[in-house]
């Protein structure tokens, strides 16, 4: 088991003993359910009708007109839920009704995940509790509200620095003393071995439907894809579709925060060394004494000071290739996107349409750009609002 979830060097299972056979049954029911032929078509199913499933590739056109290069949009913004987190809270969610488990936990930071866990455990039937730090919660209202009225308990955490890193400790720890009849719904690509590879697995469906979807409408492969990373969950779904197209360059994009020189980012994998957090082996933003930094960001989504271990590998590797983009960028990407094609991005997947407005003139006008827009920006309305009052 710990050599299993290896991503090269990184991922792994380094978590205390108690855990390690709570870990060990989630990973054997996903390797006995996920190619079940039942699972398979019962998770179809409520992918089209719950989650709503394909998500349309819209080819941007007056964006794209102004950065001088094509952009299709993966629509992940038009599902259930406003983002691609439901795809994996209800494969998750599925897989914990197979294995017979009652009860969901989850971690959130910004919110968005426990909601999403929220709405599946509703779906399900399942009690669900929702542990969050006490400076997000203050920080989030409006998602706790959400998740109340979806009949999820609100856990407040009150210990560390009140935020994702210290609600995920606390998910944990509950979660061994409680497991006989809880799943705990974890909310990105990262954390220990299986849930890189779990979360991967239901998020997959967007790569493999805009691979396609790029066949048939455009009748070839794009020349990069771009998703923004925090854990690192959209990413790689978009991603893992074209692993294998070598001509395709892969891009995520970090939260670069008021700027990297700052200090004030959550720009993981382009500053952070290599360390331990929450169970896995990865790129990390810590000090020299090993501490782990807080991050900052405008989004709250991609605050989280690891990231995945297949993108670390992925880095290494030179698979894919990761920058930063800044907030004020990110800002004038947000307001770009809604005034060029009526559509509001959330402020995360904005991290990848600013870096591709820092490509303008620099690709060739023929160029196939696929983004991932990983969900919708209603939910940032007002911070947009505060932070760019001028409008634009
Ligand atoms: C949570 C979230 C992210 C960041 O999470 P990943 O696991 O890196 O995908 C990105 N975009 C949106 C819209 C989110 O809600």
Not at 24 to 31: I, R, S, T
Not at 245 to 272: F, M, N, P, Q, Y
Not at 291 to 306: I, R
Not at 322 to 344: P, Q, R, W
Request: overall charge negative.
């Amino acid at each position: 088991m710990k050599y299993k979830g290896r991503f090269g060097d990184y991922g792994g299972f380094y978590v205390p003993e108690v855990l390690i056979p709570v870990l060990e049954e989630l990973e054997e029911a996903f390797y006995r359910f996920y190619e079940d032929e039942r699972f398979i078509a019962e998770l179809a199913q409520l992918s089209k009708d719950y989650v709503g499933r394909p998500s349309p590739l819209y080819y941007a056109r007056r964006f794209s007109k102004y950065v001088g290069f094509k952009v299709y949009l993966k629509r992940e913004d038009l599902l259930h839920g406003g983002a691609h987190k439901a795809n994996n809270t209800l494969g998750q969610g599925l897989l914990a009704k197979y294995m017979g488990k009652t009860k969901l936990i989850a971690e959130t930071g910004a919110g968005q995940h426990g909601l999403a866990t929220a709405m599946i455990g509703a779906f399900f039937g399942m009690e669900t509790k929702i542990f969050m730090g006490v400076i997000d919660i203050e920080r989030q209202s409006v998602n706790v509200h959400k998740m109340k009225l979806c009949g999820a308990e609100v856990i407040p955490i009150e210990g560390g620095t009140g935020t994702l890193k210290d609600a995920i400790n606390d998910a944990l720890r509950y979660w061994t003393a409680h497991v006989l009849d809880t799943f705990y719904l974890f909310g990105s690509a990262c954390g220990p071995h299986p849930y890189p590879t779990i979360v991967r697995h239901f998020q997959t469906c967007i790569g493999t439907e805009a691979r396609q979807q790029c066949l048939e409408q455009i009748g070839r492969l794009p020349d990069i894809v771009v998703a923004c990373v925090g854990g690192g969950s959209n990413a790689i779904g978009i991603f893992s579709a074209f692993l294998e197209d070598k001509d395709v360059r892969l891009i995520g994009i970090e939260a670069g925060g008021r700027s990297l020189s700052s200090g004030k980012h959550a720009a993981t994998l382009v500053v952070g060394r290599v360390g331990i957090l929450h169970g896995a082996k990865a790129y990390l933003l810590q000090d020299d004494e090993g501490q782990v930094h807080e991050t900052e960001s405008v989004s709250a989504g991609l605050d989280y000071p690891a990231v995945g271990p297949e993108h670390c590998f992925l880095k290494d590797s030179g698979r894919a290739e990761y920058v930063a983009a800044e907030d004020n960028e990110v800002l004038d990407a947000f307001g770009l996107l809604s005034k060029t094609e009526g559509i509001l991005p959330a402020l995360e997947p904005a991290h990848a349409l600013a870096y591709l407005i820092s490509q303008k003139g620099k690709l060739s006008a023929d160029t196939i750009v696929v983004a991932n827009l990983s969900g919708r920006g209603d939910k940032d309305v007002s911070i947009v609002e505060k932070r760019r009052p001028q409008a634009y």
